[in-house]
């Protein structure tokens, strides 16, 4: 079955720090990639995603690659703020599923520090 | 355009008793999925709905059922709740079926005492 791995946090920075988390998937076929981000109690927000092999997906900053090789898609920013500061989970669909169900990594939380 | 909104935001209820959470996707959004967010089991999937049709099943026991109306907008029924069914209940729509991008709602935080 599909499934993501994520660096465990919490992730410790300080402000204008680089900042990366490291994604792993497996699936069959060739899912799409996402990353979202949940600020405290609120919902998941979509952060950016990635469709197909080498794209890169970016947003506010934030950027990810598509690596088919590695099977992988480590989020990057960088030079964090402290409104960055929440918990980030990545997440895959897969396009031999004909619905949209996501499977998602375990989830990063991220604390800047000013 | 108006969010996933999800309804209500906070619930109490007792250990034995059913609940019924409600979820109304993004205008034109014909599928509609649920997730079961807990600390210790992270995100995970409930069921799809796509035009009045469950598309996909997630691994929860028969206890927790949906359905789709006409609309689009969902809701989730959970009978014989129990302790472990505590957790942060969200909604996500999107446009179509087959790996298109999702957006959520703010979730249901149910607790059962």
């Known amino acids: 079955g599909n499934s993501v791995t994520q660096m465990e946090g919490p992730v410790t920075l300080s402000e204008e720090a680089f900042l990366t988390i490291n994604c792993t998937y497996t699936?069959?076929?060739?899912?799409?990639l996402f990353w979202y981000v949940q600020y405290p109690g609120e919902g998941l927000q979509l952060l950016l995603k990635?469709?197909?092999?080498?794209d890169k997906g970016s947003n506010k900053g934030f950027e990810a690659t598509y690596r088919k090789e590695t099977t992988s898609f480590h989020l990057e920013k960088g030079s964090v703020q402290v409104s960055d500061s929440a918990v980030y989970f990545c997440?895959?669909?897969?396009?031999?599923?004909?619905?949209?169900?996501?499977?998602f990594g375990g989830g990063t939380r991220l604390m800047v520090k000013p | 355009k108006a969010g996933v909104t999800q309804t209500p935001r906070y619930l109490i209820k007792t250990r034995g008793q059913q609940v019924t959470l409600s979820c109304s996707p993004i205008?034109?959004?014909?599928?509609v999925s649920w997730y079961q967010q807990t600390p210790g089991q992270g995100l995970q999937f409930l069921f799809e709905?796509?035009?009045?049709?469950?598309?996909n099943k997630g691994n929860f026991p028969g206890r927790f059922s949906g359905r789709q109306f006409s609309n689009s907008r969902s809701e989730m029924n959970v009978s014989t709740l129990e302790l472990g069914d505590s957790a942060l209940y969200l909604c996500?729509?999107?446009?179509?079926?087959?790996?298109?991008?999702?957006?959520f709602g703010q979730g249901t935080r149910l607790t059962v005492v």
């Open positions: 996500a729509s999107s446009l179509n079926t087959g790996g298109t991008e999702a957006f």
């Open positions: 699936a069959t076929g060739y899912p799409s």
């Open positions: 990635a469709t197909k092999a080498d």
């Open positions: 997440a895959l669909s897969d396009h031999n599923n004909a619905g949209n169900m996501l499977t």
């Open positions: 205008s034109g959004h014909r599928s």
């Open positions: 709905y796509f035009s009045e049709t469950q598309r």
